[in-house]
């Protein structure tokens, strides 16, 4: 998806990593449009909700990224840029 909606209704809350093959996630990050590190995590199905300390975040773009292992051993990486709709 390219973009969520952390609204409480239960649908589409958090962005977070589905690591489906993946051994270890070495790290998953949010960042803002001007570089700031949001949100990060190594834990598979945790994830962002919209806020940052405590502050809900206005309708914007982001970046995510994802470095990770899979089952062979070999390094995954992936980054993409998704929009919060409040």
Do not use: C
Request: glycine letters at 12%.
């Amino acid at each position: 998806p390219t973009a969520f909606t952390p609204n409480n209704d239960g649908k589409n809350d958090l962005l977070r990593p589905l690591a489906i093959g993946i051994k270890n996630i070495e790290y998953f990050s949010i960042y803002n449009r001007w570089g700031q590190l949001l949100f990060s995590t190594k834990i598979n199905g945790h994830g962002w909700d919209g806020k940052i300390n405590g502050s809900l975040q206005s309708t914007g773009s982001f970046v995510w990224m994802v470095k990770a292992t899979d089952y062979t051993g070999a390094a995954y990486f992936q980054k993409g840029v998704f929009t919060l709709i409040r």
